[in-house]
């Protein structure tokens, strides 16, 4: 199998995160997707996208949750099953550890001046990234 062969099934898992990320998605299922054992999935995940599969998905569900938290009509509980995680600790965490703060001091904090950035300008500056410690 090529290389270019193997970044097209592993395009094809990446695609499938984003469009389900609000499913139960384990890591076993999203080798099936690319067609890969699934130890062979994650290495070859993290070597063309510079991050393993796990974290791109709490990535993009941190992002989906972000825009839930600044439209302000659900809880945090709810954000955090809309998304897709079962455990509003762990959707915590790995929220404070990306963005910064807390869910709720980022739904609770002003979001009016973000309001006038197209969305496209504003994906890119909004988009979760982990900190370094």
């Known amino acids: 199998m090529t290389p270019l062969e193997d970044l097209r099934r592993l395009r094809r898992a ?5 469009r389900e990320y609000a499913e139960p998605l384990d890591m076993a299922e999203l080798a099936r997707t690319a067609l ?4 062979h999935f994650q290495r070859s995940f993290r070597k063309a996208f510079g991050e393993t599969p796990y974290s791109y998905l709490m990535t993009r569900r941190v992002e989906r949750a972000k825009a839930l938290l600044r439209r302000g009509d659900l809880t945090v509980t709810e954000v955090c099953m809309s998304v897709g995680c079962t ?11 990306l963005v910064g703060e807390t869910p709720s001091a980022y739904r609770a904090r002003d979001h009016e001046e973000s309001t006038v ?3 496209c300008v504003a994906r890119t500056f909004t988009r979760p990234r982990r900190r370094p410690y």
């Open 36 to 39: 890969m054992s699934p130890g």
């Open 87 to 97: 455990s509003l600790g762990s959707f915590s965490s790995r929220f404070t550890e």
């Open 117 to 119: 950035i197209p969305s």
């Open 14 to 18: 990446r695609d499938r995160m984003d």
